[in-house]
């Protein structure tokens, strides 16, 4: 089993910045690709961002790329989600995911095993 506790959300005005963590136990962290998704209420849970084992790949969601950047500390067993340029439309709860399949940055939600609570992220016009 993987825990994960994401923190960092909070109530932003339009183009500012905040950044997430997700702090992870239970599991050697470094096996784990991790992921970052978001949802509005009404709406799936989408794909955000992810990161493989080591950070040597990254993807994103055509709507946050150039404005996010994932990144992980295996030291600290921890991934942050940086977010800049905020927009009222990135207002979701975000949650981080944890893949077993280390060596990819997955994309899609089937392919996560682990979940976190979620943070919520509120952007004011």
């Known amino acids: 089993q993987v825990q994960l506790v994401e923190s960092g959300g909070g109530l932003v005005q339009a183009g500012g910045s905040l950044r997430l963590s997700c702090a992870a136990s239970g599991r050697t962290f470094s096996n784990y690709g991790m992921g970052w998704f978001r949802r509005t209420p009404g709406k799936q849970r989408e794909f955000v961002a992810s990161?493989?084992?080591?950070?040597?790949?990254?993807s994103y969601a055509d709507s946050v790329k150039d404005r996010f950047t994932i990144s992980r500390a295996n030291a600290n067993n921890t991934v942050y989600l940086q977010m800049n340029s905020l927009k009222p439309e990135d207002t979701a709860v975000y949650y981080c995911?944890?893949?077993?399949?280390?060596?990819?940055?997955?994309?899609?939600?089937?392919?996560?095993?682990?979940w976190g609570q979620g943070t919520q992220v509120t952007v004011s016009s």
């Open positions: 995911a944890a893949d077993s399949a280390g060596w990819r940055a997955a994309v899609t939600r089937g392919e996560y095993d682990y």
């Open positions: 990161i493989n084992w080591n950070g040597g790949r990254t």
